[in-house]
């Protein structure tokens, strides 16, 4: 029985309790490959940051990006791009486009991490339609640019699924790293 299931397994020295705990052996070790390769499955984290609503905050994009690099796969990084410019993405039917695959990154991302100092019509949306999702949202706003964070978005913190931290940019790495050390695995 043992060597037609797995003839690699077959050692005629072996009486049949020895085969037995081998096989037991075996696939206890695929089991774990198993659980292992699925635990290791990148996350995948939707940025969201101003485009259209003004590009001065890129540089801190740029700093958030590269940290989320290290968590998994950063869907959205375009964003953090330096040549992409306040127009945005070009391209044929690109509104429609942009739309629906943003749309989409975010039906399939584990975790949105937003940088909501500078004001974006887009990333309100996003965000808004992030948290009928169910997502888990980290909102990043710093008070020292004298700006005043929207009540839809402040507001919408549950201090769980929902986040908002104020944060200077100095802060930033640390304060990600302690985020995701309580979500490593969405
Ligand atoms: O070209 C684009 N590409 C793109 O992915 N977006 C998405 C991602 C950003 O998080 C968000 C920015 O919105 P807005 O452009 O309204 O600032 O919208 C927005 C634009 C331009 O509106």
């Known amino acids: 029985m043992t060597h037609t299931l797995c003839p ?23 089991i774990l490959g198993v659980v292992f390769s699925q635990n290791k499955k990148a996350m995948h984290i939707y940025f969201c940051g101003s485009i259209r609503g003004g590009r001065q905050d890129v540089g801190i994009y740029q700093k958030i990006v590269r940290k989320l690099q ?24 690109v509104e429609k486009f942009i739309h629906d695959r ?25 965000l808004g339609r992030a ?7 980290l909102c990043l706003f710093r008070p020292s640019s004298g700006k005043s964070l929207s009540a839809m978005i ?23 790293d302690e985020y995701f050390k ?5």
């Open 70 to 93: 290290t968590y998994g796969e950063v869907l959205t990084e375009h964003v953090s791009h330096s040549d992409l410019s306040e127009r945005g993405e070009d391209g044929v039917q």
């Open 131 to 137: 948290r009928d999702m169910h997502k888990k949202i």
């Open 154 to 176: 402040r507001g919408a913190d549950d201090g769980s699924l929902f986040q908002v931290r104020d944060y200077k940019e100095d802060e930033v790495e640390g304060l990600l």
């Open 8 to 30: 690699w397994l077959w050692r005629p020295k072996l009486n049949a309790s020895a085969q037995a705990l081998t096989v037991v052996h075996y696939q206890f070790v695929i």
């Open 102 to 126: 943003d749309v989409e990154w975010l039906q399939m991302c584990d975790v949105v991490i937003a940088e909501v100092t500078q004001p974006s019509l887009g990333v309100g949306y996003e």
């Open 182 to 186: 309580g979500h490593s695995k969405v």
